[in-house]
């Protein structure tokens, strides 16, 4: 796990407070299905990381294929870092 | 979590900020919670119980949105009944949703008494500003439903049934899409997916939400509740047209305005015919159409005129928002732009987009109970998609016959089932035709039983008894035989295809 990763797995367990113990939560599962994120956590999960990540998460990348999984978001995440 | 605690917690955190503007009128999240608190002590105090039915009737006024909270607060499912339904329409809406109770305004209370009064299910009615109408037993004016001393509530379950939202059927029957409290947060999260965005550190922009639908709409009671889960308030117009919603950004700045295609038309052409210099500015406006497609070019006059860009969304009454397009000028075709995260999608072989939402409606009214569908269940939307390298989609038609005529979905089954009540009428025919201005225009094809044509003004009382005048067809072909595709079928979209050559073999136009 990559310090994006984890970061990002902090978010999901201690602001958004997902059932999924941290020591199971499998970083290619899929956020809705296998972590139970909702509409709602989907909206804070991306400001928690503009906040921590200290981007912009534009409109077009807000979408399931870069929310797919924890290790997708961080691959967008190291993208925007990038830029 | 619920809508309703959400809602307390909002309350608690900025009381004395703005949560509704009635035209000139001004409350605080205080004061509505404190009236949608009286409205839910009287509901209880007239024998409510979670699960009953409350339709709603009423035109953009505070009370409509104190009555929300009041509803999520107790249980009670509301039925928004739209102001625009005729009589028999209501009548079917409160004898199907099996509505107890219901709360109208005067005006449409005057109209529609007698529905009201033959309701074999209303128990009680309460007018709003109807203060000198009939202290009857059934009927009372909304101040008798603000005194009943505080009730004690029952306990609240996320499985409550929130909300049944009438829509048009393909079967030309409107069908009540059932959302539980639980359904009802899940779309109302997507809502807020399409405004302003949350940030870590706190809302980005605080100015107030609009929307030129009616209120009384889904969409805009989804609107209503995502605003104030975000604190911030919402704007209601008693008459809600291009002039008022001008006059309104001209006094009030607005952090996110709703509203169909073509509503959006219209406000530019109030915007681009006002005297008014300088034009206020909308570039920190999120201006989102829904409802229909939006044209690309009308996304690039859009920015023309007000320096920001328009969005467009797109989703179902059963599914919420699903797709977000941030800038609707972007592209040449229609985009439909990108889903939102926790949608997910499929094709069929014809290209039809199916889709599975984060907010799927519970399920169908079925007029005693919910018939409740798999939450997992994959919806066709009617349309066909085509997705691009960068994961939008575009709308390349649409494979369902419904059509969209300002927004309002019209079913043409409703209409030809209406027009065939006629018995000088042998075979109807309604399909949509591309319109500049409204998305599509509904047409009727008829072939009459003596071959004569019927006059216009026929049709319209004909019709005026039967379906809303927005479902009216805006033209009346006559003709003496009904084309039939090469299948031997009436095809709706051949005929629209052919539309110009069938005006030429009409009898006349």
């Known amino acids: 796990m990559n310090e994006i990763e984890k970061t990002i797995v902090d978010i999901l367990v201690d602001d958004l407070f997902i059932s999924t113990p941290r020591a199971d939560i499998d970083l290619n599962a899929n956020l809705r299905n296998a972590l139970g994120l909702d509409s709602l956590g989907f909206s804070e999960l991306r400001a928690q990381c503009e906040y921590a990540f200290g981007v912009k998460i534009e409109d077009e990348d807000f979408n399931p294929q870069h929310f797919d999984s924890v290790h997708t978001l961080a691959q967008l995440l190291i993208a925007l870092q990038a830029k | ?509």
């Open chain 2, 1 to 509: 979590m619920s809508l309703f605690s959400d809602f307390c917690s909002v309350v608690a955190q900025q009381p004395d900020t703005t949560a509704v503007v009635e035209d000139q009128r001004a409350i605080s999240f205080r004061e509505l919670a404190q009236l949608a608190d009286k409205v839910a002590a009287g509901l209880l105090h007239a024998g409510l119980q979670p699960g009953d039915r409350l339709a709603i009737h009423l035109g953009n006024r505070l009370e409509l949105v104190a009555l929300y909270y009041a509803c999520l607060d107790i249980g009670a499912v509301m039925v928004p009944i739209n102001q625009r339904l005729i009589a028999r329409e209501i009548e079917h809406l409160l004898h199907h949703s099996g509505a107890r109770y219901y709360v109208g305004d005067q005006e449409t209370y005057s109209r529609y008494a007698a529905v009201i009064a033959g309701s074999a299910t209303l128990e009680r009615a309460w007018i709003v500003a109807g203060e000198e109408a009939r202290q009857e037993e059934r009927c009372l004016p909304w101040s008798a439903l603000l005194v009943a001393a505080p009730g004690k509530r029952p306990p609240a379950h996320a499985e409550w049934l929130a909300a049944i939202f009438y829509t048009s059927g393909t079967t030309g029957i409107a069908k009540g899409v059932v959302h539980s409290q639980a359904s009802l947060l899940q779309i109302v999260g997507l809502m807020e997916a399409m405004m302003p965005p949350r940030t870590a550190q706190g809302v980005l922009g605080t100015g107030a939400v609009h929307s030129m639908l009616d209120v009384i709409v889904p969409w805009s009671i989804l609107m209503t509740l995502a605003a104030h889960r975000l604190g911030r308030a919402v704007v209601l117009l008693p008459v809600v047209t291009a002039e008022t919603t001008l006059a309104l950004l001209q006094r009030l700045p607005l952090s996110f305005l709703k509203g169909a295609p073509s509503h959006f038309k219209n406000l530019l052409a109030a915007g681009e015919a006002s005297s008014a210099t300088p034009l206020p500015s909308l570039t920190s406006t999120y201006s989102v159409s829904g409802g229909d497609l939006c044209p690309p070019a009308l996304g690039r006059h859009w920015r023309n005129l007000w320096g920001g860009a328009l969005r467009g969304s797109y989703g179902l009454t059963e599914s919420g928002p699903i797709f977000c397009q941030p800038d609707v000028a972007a592209t040449e075709q229609s985009s439909i732009g990108w889903p939102l995260p926790g949608v997910e999608l499929q094709q069929t072989e014809t290209g039809e987009l199916l889709i599975r939402s984060p907010a799927n409606a519970l399920g169908l009214w079925n007029g005693q109970d919910v018939d409740r569908l798999p939450a997992a269940r994959w919806m066709a939307t009617g349309d066909l998609v085509q997705r691009q390298d960068d994961g939008s989609y575009l709308i390349i038609g649409r494979e369902k016959d419904i059509l969209k005529c300002d927004a309002y979905s019209i079913s043409p089954v409703e209409v030809e089932q209406a027009l065939l009540k006629l018995p000088d009428i042998a075979e109807a025919v309604v399909f949509g035709v591309p319109d500049p201005i409204i998305g599509e225009r509904p047409v009727a094809l008829l072939r009459t039983t003596n071959g004569k044509e019927l006059p216009a003004q026929r049709l319209k009382q004909h019709l005026g008894a039967l379906i809303a005048e927005y479902k009216h067809p805006r033209q009346y072909l006559f003709v003496e035989r009904i084309p039939l595709s090469a299948a031997g079928k009436v095809s709706r979209k051949q005929l629209a295809n052919e539309y110009r050559e069938i005006i030429g073999a009409a009898l006349s136009s």
